[in-house]
């Protein structure tokens, strides 16, 4: 497993994992640049959002699938967007 930043070409894959966790999808598309992947070979199994709002930031749209749920993902998606955050210097 390794994890990248999503790009464009991301958009509906990452769009399919947040509609099959129930996530809304809407602000996906402006925000994408500032999502992590999980990924597994090159299947995004997880992701996390980062939307940014003037000098603030808002963590959104953590989802893993099933399949790999329950093995500490959401927690290490959810420390690479604080870092994210940290280094755009954004508040919370």
């Known amino acids: 497993m390794h994890f990248a930043t999503a790009t464009q070409a991301d958009l509906e894959d990452v769009s ?11 602000g996906v598309a402006e925000n994408i640049r500032h999502f992590i992947l999980a990924l597994e070979q090159d299947k ?3 992701c996390a959002g980062l939307e940014i ?12 699938a099933s399949d790999y749920q329950k093995q500490g993902l ?19």
Do not use: V
């Open 53 to 64: 709002h003037d000098n603030a930031g808002l963590l959104r749209s953590i989802a893993i």
């Open 16 to 26: 399919n994992l947040l509609e099959q966790s129930r996530l809304p999808k809407a």
């Open 74 to 92: 959401g927690s290490r998606l959810t420390e690479g967007i604080l870092d994210l955050a940290e280094h755009y210097r954004l508040s919370s």
């Open 44 to 46: 995004i199994i997880g």
